[in-house]
């Protein structure tokens, strides 16, 4: 999916529509748009058949009696079922009063007889629960198109009000809004269509979003100087525990791959496991208040496969020594009901278990708790999942939405702060870093082996996925 990076909220969006008119263009003239655009998007992916629409009484409403007119226009055996009228003097009467055809009951039996049926009901701000007898009627239903949201969808959180029934595709307008992106909003929309309707220039003040959609349009890598050497492309030091050494190794492993100009991995104990892996990594038993003494040490993986013994020791050290910090695994294990702990690392990458354990349950509202956490700690907070969230303290975040489900293997973790602390090295901003990390590690998994279509793939077939991925991005 290939979308604007902004991503509006329905409260975001529905002060967009407010701000047309005074731009000079009409809620009328949006709402004649849209319906067009969904028409449009509906002959181009489904032969003409029984079509049914369900109009809600509000502007999602309205926009179903304009798509029923021009697929009607073309020819299409189209009626109409409305759940309830729309209110007099509203653009969505409007539109109602120049529909000709057909009218049948809001029913179960006449969802279920029609080949498609169009679900323009509620809209994305719906903000009650939506009536069980309504989602039996879409229940009924042999194939949906949904207008903005499937009925019921959140649209600012991506979360279910009552039982939604899930779209074949989704048509939206001029933004997506976080639920589209967030599961299990992603799953209920099916593919997401986003139609341009005509928004006048200037209607959004791209200055005050804080909501995006994750992807290189957000970020740029740091490019290869053609002065550069090892040195001014960073040091990276990991440190690694005596009895996982190979999750610090994974983290190595990306953090190489992506960028960082030397790493050096920190052993307590003999590192002669390590040293006779990749020849490329540097070994050392010193200790880390000696190493601190380097100033170009200036970034850290403190975590991976690390225990939580010498997390709770080494953790604070770091954070005295004002170094760049990239917390995982055992580093917020060590925190854990003690998040405050945490202040003065830059990043942390916490999956939803270690996310609860530090700040409790995420509830509803995923956008809302990590930027909550991302303030509490003042650092980045990357929320592992199939809809990772990237949130700083400033109130930015980004819902990524390309990583595949064979990324669910273990170590997969440890390179996606390998690949985070990499860029962080290289001078890219906290939360670029954190947000451009996130992108490529799922990138490199759909990279990694194109023609499996993810079968097979462990942690250590993402080095030579990110290899084409920052490929990819230069190729841009």
Known sequence: MSFPSELLTPDEMAAVDR???????????????????VARAIIRRVAPCRTLVLCGPGNNGGNGYVIAR???????????????????????????????GPRTEFTEQAAGRADLVIDAIFGAGLSRDIEESVSKVLSSAKRIVAVDV??????????????????????????LKPGHLLLPGREL?????????GMPAGVLLTDQVKT????????????????????????????????MAGAARMASLGARRAG???????????????????????????????LLQDQRRKTWICGPGLGIDR??????????????????????GACAGAPEKLRGVTIITPHGGEFAKLFGPVGQDKLAAVRAAARRIDAVVVLKGADTVIAAPDGRAAINHNAPPSLATAGSGDVLAGIIAGLLTQGMAPWSAAAAGVWLHGEAANL?????????????????????????????
């Not at 790493?263 to 892996?277: P, Q, S």
């Not at 020594?321 to 055992?330: E, H, L, M, N, T």
């Not at 499996?452 to 190729?475: K, N």
């Open 448 to 476: 990694a082996d194109p023609d499996s279509g993810g079968a097979g793939l462990i942690a250590e077939d993402l080095a030579d996925g990110l290899r084409r991925a920052l490929a990819a991005l230069q190729r841009r």
């Open 189 to 197: 929309c099916g593919e997401i269509v986003l139609a341009d309707i």
């Open 311 to 332: 997390a709770r020791a080494t953790l604070p050290q770091l954070i005295a020594a004002g170094r760049q910090i990239v917390a995982d695994a055992d580093a917020l």
């Open 150 to 175: 499937p009925s019921g969808l959140d649209g600012a959180t991506g979360q279910p009000k009552g039982r939604v029934a899930p779209a074949d595709f989704t048509v939206t307008f001029f933004r």
């Open 19 to 37: 701000a047309a008119p005074r731009l000079g263009v009409a809620g009328v003239t949006l709402m004649e748009n849209a319906g067009r655009a």
């Open 260 to 290: 960082a100009g030397l790493l050096t991995i920190v052993v307590a104990g003999n590192g002669d496991v390590l040293r006779a892996t990749e020849p490329g990594l540097i070994v050392t038993e010193s200790p880390v208040d000696e």
């Open 212 to 243: 995006f959609a994750n992807g290189p349009d957000l970020w740029d890598i740091p490019p290869l100087a053609m002065a550069g050497q090892k040195y001014t492309r960073g040091m990276l030091t990991v440190l690694a525990g005596s009895e």
């Open 70 to 100: 021009h697929l009607a226009q073309e020819g299409w055996p189209v009626t109409v079922a409305a759940l309830a009228e729309p209110n007099p003097g509203t653009d969505a009467a409007v539109m109602a009063a120049q529909w000709r």
